[in-house]
């Protein structure tokens, strides 16, 4: 496994409790949480708003420090290793936000957004690079001097995208990548993530609040609430029988479009 | 039987050939369409494609850049488009309601639920204070809100997505509007709670017989909660019909591609197609003429 979380828990400042002097109680937001993701394998991370699973996804990449159990990293120990140390891995893991309009720098043009981060990593960030990164990801080269509000949101995304893959990176973690998006355009998306992914190899964590998406994108699959993890496996398996209620419940809430009179009707 | 049933039924709000333009060009072009007596009607779209629009014309709240070039909303029989903004203000809230999308900037983050939610039975049904507490309490009970008397005295910011929305679906219903105006709704919601929030809307639209207009991207919404739908792309009426209908035989090369584009988790094996590229050209050009 290339990332490998081991009953890890993130405690976090309460900060509706307030104290006067002292520190502050702590709460728990990740409880015991295992996950593991391998070389071209996709694993969906699902849950309702306050799952913890965009906490799960910003400890996974070590933005956040596990306040126990245990992460590795191609093999490496990164539990409580220090930013400096880690800055070498960072090229090899990468994330992708959910809103590029406000993870995209507003006053650089998209080619110095993309190139910083290449040279940041002593790697070549030449016009030429810049230029066929962009189409890799199907944008026109002219982007390139353009700034994010010039481009629509469906744009946006894959600059963010372009980003993350420009390191050619090992893991990334897509957090809610195209939850603003239409659904020709998510399409669209979703599609460019696969290619990019067989051909990396990527090890892809895809946070996600639609299990609909879920289904078509990922193998494996790690359903949260309340901060622990209710049920994991095989995606086909987990919807084809899923083992809690609470699963049960999540898939059978998602409106089809064909109408079903009792899909509104009280249990 | 179903026909002569329709033909009896009475249209509530009758749009025809609405345009409105912005400095960017056109936002609607020439829309029609009927909204009858206690039926669920939904405007569909992507982004852009001017269902947002429709539903503020008819509130009479469109933006000062945006400017109506023709057409008219009848509301029973009445232009709203000629009415002046304190006509307008007369019929809101009282006959049209709206239920908006994002349930904690519409609620005034200063003044307690209960204040908000009697400001209408005061100001319009001319309820006193103690009265329209107690129609309030009423009120909170309907959409099931739990320990009402405890809401009434809470601030917005002190409640879930799910009871704020809730907290607005009552104020739309206080005064006994005849038609609703839902713009995405549930979109914010996670899916448990959208699945009970449209269970509420549903069942309070049939309970009071209510006309409602419902925006959303979602088909799958639409599928579940609206009689009828209108499929719009660029300003424009693409389709027009029962919900059942279109959604099992859609006329419109668009609408197939909509339903080709959304992700269904019980058909993982379909690939999803986004919309074609030489259909949005097709249809851009036929937008165009």
Request: one cysteine or more.
């Amino acid at each position: 496994m290339l990332i490998e979380a081991r009953n890890i828990s993130l405690d976090v400042p309460d900060m509706g409790h307030h104290v006067l002097l002292g520190q502050r109680r702590k709460i728990r937001i990740l409880k015991d949480v295992s996950i593991s993701i391998g070389r071209g394998e996709t694993v969906g991370i699902v849950g309702e708003s306050g799952s913890g699973k965009s906490s799960l996804g910003r400890t996974l990449m070590r933005l956040y420090e596990p306040s126990s159990g245990n992460l590795t990293f191609d093999g490496t120990d990164i539990t409580h290793m220090p930013q400096s140390a880690l800055k070498p891995l960072r090229r090899r893991m990468q994330m992708i936000f959910q809103d590029p309009q406000s993870s995209l720098n507003p006053r650089l043009q998209i080619g110095t957004i993309l190139g910083r981060g290449l040279t940041l990593h002593g790697l070549d960030a030449s016009e030429k690079t810049l230029a066929a990164l962009v189409e890799r990801v199907g944008l026109p080269g002219s982007v390139l001097k353009r700034y994010p509000h010039q481009l629509s949101g469906g744009q946006r995304q894959r600059v963010g995208i372009a980003r993350a893959v420009a390191l050619k990176p090992d893991f990334v973690v897509a957090d809610e990548i195209v939850s603003g998006l239409d659904v020709s355009t998510q399409a669209q998306v979703l599609d460019l993530l696969k290619s990019l992914r067989t051909e990396f190899g990527l090890a892809l964590a895809f946070i996600s609040h639609d299990l609909s998406v879920i289904r078509h994108i990922c193998d494996r699959i790690v359903i949260m609430r309340s901060g622990e993890v209710v049920e994991a496996g095989n995606t086909a398996e987990t919807f084809r029988a899923p083992k809690t209620e609470f699963t049960k419940t999540l898939i059978s809430a998602i409106p089809l479009p064909e109408p079903d009179a009792g899909w509104l009707t009280p249990p | 039987m179903a026909r002569s049933n329709v033909e009896t039924m009475s249209t509530v709000i009758d749009i025809r050939n609405l345009s409105a333009r912005s400095a960017a060009g056109a936002i609607l072009r020439d829309v029609s369409l009927t909204v009858n007596a206690g039926e669920a009607m939904a405007l569909v779209g992507e982004s852009g494609a001017g269902k947002s629009t429709i539903a503020k014309a008819v509130l009479g709240i469109l933006p000062a850049a945006i400017r109506i070039t023709g057409g008219e909303i009848l509301f029973d029989g009445q232009d709203l488009l000629k009415l002046s903004p304190a006509q307008i203000r007369e019929l809101l809230g009282v006959h049209i309601a709206l239920i908006p999308q994002d349930p904690l900037t519409s609620l005034n983050p200063s003044r307690r639920i209960g204040d908000q939610l009697t400001d209408g039975l005061r100001l319009r049904a001319k309820l006193n204070r103690a009265d329209a507490m107690t129609k309030a309490l009423v009120l909170l009970n309907n959409v099931h809100i739990r320990d009402p008397e405890l809401v009434l005295k809470r601030y917005p910011h002190e409640l879930s997505g799910g009871m704020r929305q809730r907290v607005l679906i009552a104020q739309a219903f206080s005064l006994n509007p005849r038609v609703i105006i839902a713009d995405e709704p549930t979109t914010a919601l996670d899916v448990t709670v959208q699945k009970q929030v449209l269970r509420l809307i549903r069942q309070l639209q049939r309970d009071h017989g209510t006309t409602l207009l419902f925006v959303t991207h979602d088909l799958g919404v639409v599928a579940q909660i609206c009689d009828r739908m209108t499929v719009l792309y660029g300003g424009k009426v693409l389709e027009q019909g029962s919900t059942a209908e279109i959604l099992r035989n859609p006329q419109h090369r668009y609408t197939r591609a909509l339903l080709a584009a959304n992700p269904r988790y019980d058909q993982p094996e379909q690939r999803l197609k986004p919309v074609p590229d030489d259909l949005i050209a097709d249809l851009k050009r036929e937008i165009a003429s």
